[in-house]
């Protein structure tokens, strides 16, 4: 019900004159106030999720998820939420499958129409957290763009990192105005795998959803693969066997034949532990020189071939 009346006021505002009172019942359809992204977040390290609320109840027929990927500048419908018969849900979620989540951060916003489908409203814009990670032989480094965006704006983000799969850092929140930081490696393995991942925090006090939170990817880094051969040993002495020194080898794509000074192949073993322990044939090897090829991936599936000269001692 809408309630309408005149008032009219002298030049000096001492005199006014109000005139009756007329009611109205207004039956069309209701309008969205607001769309509101509560936040985007990486599930799973593989896609975007969309979360939202919607005002007053009932009033969003249809909803269209566009995305960004230059930053907001331009963007295009990657997905629609239409429910016949009824409402989208006040509070509900869109996912966007399509997004390359290790590549780069997203902007999102969305498109809401009433129930005649006309009248359509703008969500705010906001953006995914992209965290990038780069090493030297002592440290870490870890990069991520600042979320957007919250009505409260960002309390802070908190750094994880887990080596080989085990947590290792679960860091008190660092400030919102904060986006990089150097892990010195302190007590870790040079050669473990190690991942990076980043929570940004929202302010307490958001009507929509208290205390939300938006999580990044996750980047990891895999120094390359090393393998490193001795140029003698000696079959049945204290250095028996020839076998290789490694960092960040896949030792099930290790191959290594060896090869007489006249090009045949004499032995060959996929066995990276134990290698070649000198004997041809049930006999060891004559003293002399030999080549070896080696063919090898690294954990994140490079491929390598290194080719080289053995001497073999008695």
Known sequence: ?????????????????????????????????????????????????????SSPDSTVKKLIL?????????????????????????????????????????????????????????????????????????????????????????????????????????????????????????????TKKVCYWVVAAEKPGNPYLNNATSVSNTCCIIKGATLYMPNAFRPGGKNNRLRPVTTFVDPQSFTMTIISRWGQQLYETTDMVNGWDGVINGQLAPPGLYAYIITYKSIGGQEYTKRGTVFVLR
């Open 1 to 53: 019900n809408y309630t309408y009346y005149i008032q009219a006021f002298s030049i000096s505002g001492g005199v006014i004159s109000t005139s009756c009172q007329q009611t109205r019942l207004y039956s069309g359809s209701d309008v969205p106030d607001s769309v509101y992204i509560t936040k985007v977040s990486v599930v799973n390290d593989s896609y975007a999720r969309v979360d939202f609320h």
């Open 66 to 190: 566009e995305r960004s990927d230059d930053g907001g500048n331009t963007f295009t419908a990657i997905d629609s939420l239409s429910v016949l018969g009824d409402f989208v849900p006040e509070d509900y979620y869109m996912s966007d499958t399509t997004a390359d989540v290790h590549s780069q951060s997203y902007s999102y916003r969305l498109v809401a129409y009433d129930y005649c489908l006309t009248t359509k409203i703008y969500s705010n814009i906001s953006k995914t957290i992209f965290v990038q990670c780069s090493s030297t032989e002592t440290e870490n480094s870890v990069d991520w763009n600042f979320y957007e965006s919250w009505i409260k704006d960002v309390e802070g983000y908190k750094l994880f990192r887990t080596v080989e799969g085990q947590s290792t850092i679960d860091s008190s929140y660092l400030l919102s105005s904060i986006n990089t930081y150097t892990d010195p490696l302190t007590g870790v393995d040079p």
